[in-house]
């Protein structure tokens, strides 16, 4: 009987290969992180382990942009990338300033940022995944998922870096609702607004709950959150997301961001939440830096004077309003909030305590800096409404 021929066993496609992919699907309309989930998702077969190296090579990619050489092939550009996250991992000082301030960020953000040495090296670092634990339960969440190191004491001790490599997903303490994926500057936005339990709250950008869920859990579950958003389909998955939390207090309604408010109720607090053009997370999400324009700055900030007045009425007197950005720019952020101090004489500016920095002087304009700790960059405001107003 005579031997068959070996045949060549098929490897399915490289790291590389499938990088290379999600370099080539993603622009402004199909981000980075979405084509990436739909690679890998297609190309079957590939390991947890192969998955995680493809994510590094893609966001490496869009990090290091600035330093390959766009002419040629997509995984020589992609090993290069790949060469400079190594270095700067090993020897962040090996990088000049100016090298940095030049290639790391868009020539236009200039316009509408100081752009420091700081804040590019805090861009071109690995971004750290922060977990939320369910409050008082930090230090048991880290014993459980081991390789979590909490932000500090106090309520920080709620907020972990999470540090190990498992599909936090699929863990009993994830889906017994025991944590949600949080950045520490996102928790920080729901201390300063600091709910009491039993209170009336409007989360009126509330996306897929990400703060509804933060707020309810600083009011005990205790009182009511309304939370409305522009875009159904984020809503549904923050009721997905409060059930698997065990969080009831909330009611949904659909919100445009016109004067026509969801509801007549006159509220403790109101969170704006608004949508901005995420220089902030530019960090954790580098695709984005490349896929953002000037203009976007102009037409968000206008966007985010109209949801400020629309919402402004619906506090009452002696409630507060808190305006929260995920971006640094002016317009975006001092700029806004002392327009809207001008339109609004009868709501008062609040002195901020920056929550995760105890000891920092009370400040007006606080700013979560990414470049102070290894989180997005936010801006916060708050307004209280006199009691009599
Ligand atoms: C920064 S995100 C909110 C994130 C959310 N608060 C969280 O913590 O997970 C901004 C939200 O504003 C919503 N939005 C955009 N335009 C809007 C509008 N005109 N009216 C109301 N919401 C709007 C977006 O759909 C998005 O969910």
């Known amino acids: 009987m005579s031997e068959r021929p070996a045949q060549p066993r098929r490897e399915g496609p490289t790291t590389l290969e499938l990088a290379a992919r999600?370099?080539?699907?993603?622009?402004?309309?199909?981000?980075a992180d979405g084509v990436l989930r739909e690679v890998l998702r297609t190309a079957r077969g590939v390991s947890p382990d192969k998955a995680r190296r493809v994510s590094e090579a893609v966001f490496a990619y869009f990090r290091w942009r600035g330093w390959v050489d766009r002419q040629a092939p997509l995984e020589t550009q992609l090993r290069t990338a790949l060469e400079c996250r190594r270095a700067y991992a090993e020897a962040p000082g090996s990088f000049a300033d100016a090298?940095?301030?030049?290639?790391?960020?868009p020539a236009w953000v200039k316009e509408h940022v100081e752009v420091t040495p700081a804040w590019v090296r805090s861009l071109q670092q690995e971004p750290v995944l922060w977990l939320r634990a369910r409050p008082g339960q930090g230090r048991a969440l880290a014993a459980e998922l081991g390789e979590c190191r909490a932000a500090g004491g106090g309520?920080?001790?709620?907020?972990?870096?999470?540090?190990?490599?498992?599909?936090?997903?699929?863990?009993?303490?994830?889906?017994?609702?025991?944590?949600?994926?949080?950045?520490?500057?996102?928790?920080?936005?729901?201390?300063?607004?600091d709910p009491q339990p039993g209170e009336t709250w409007w989360d009126a950008c509330a996306g897929e709950g990400g703060k509804?869920?933060?707020?309810?859990?600083?009011?005990?579950?205790?009182?009511?959150?309304?939370?409305?958003?522009v875009a159904e389909w984020r809503l549904r998955r923050l009721k997905l997301r409060a059930r698997r939390a065990g969080v009831f207090n909330y009611r949904l309604a659909h919100w445009e961001g016109t004067e026509r408010l969801p509801t007549r109720t006159r509220f403790d607090g109101v969170l704006v939440d608004a949508p901005c053009s995420n220089l902030g997370t530019w960090g954790r999400n580098p695709h984005a830096r490349w896929t953002t324009r000037p203009e976007d700055?102009?037409?968000?900030?206008?966007?985010q004077a109209r949801l400020l007045a629309h919402a402004a009425p619906a506090v009452k007197p002696g409630g507060r309003l808190v305006y929260a950005v995920c971006t640094v720019t002016a317009a975006e952020t001092v700029s806004r909030a002392a327009a809207f101090v001008e339109a609004h004489p009868t709501l008062r500016r609040e002195r901020l305590r920056d929550p995760v920095e105890a000891g920092k002087a009370d400040?007006?304009?606080?700013?979560?800096?990414?470049?102070?700790?290894?989180?997005?960059?936010?801006?916060?405001?708050?307004?209280?409404?006199g009691n009599c107003a």
């Not at 999600?22 to 981000?31: F, I, L, N, Q, T």
């Open 22 to 31: 999600v370099v080539a699907g993603s622009d402004r309309e199909h981000p």
């Open 99 to 105: 090298d940095l301030l030049s290639r790391a960020v």
């Open 155 to 193: 309520c920080l001790a709620d907020a972990l870096e999470y540090r190990g490599t498992s599909d936090l997903f699929r863990t009993p303490a994830f889906q017994g609702g025991g944590f949600e994926i949080q950045d520490l500057h996102s928790q920080a936005v729901g201390w300063v607004c």
């Open 212 to 229: 509804t869920l933060h707020l309810s859990d600083l009011m005990q579950n205790r009182g009511l959150i309304w939370a409305s958003d």
């Open 297 to 303: 700055v102009q037409e968000l900030a206008a966007l």
């Open 363 to 385: 400040q007006a304009d606080l700013f979560l800096r990414s470049d102070a700790r290894r989180a997005n960059g936010m801006y916060v405001a708050v307004w209280r409404r």
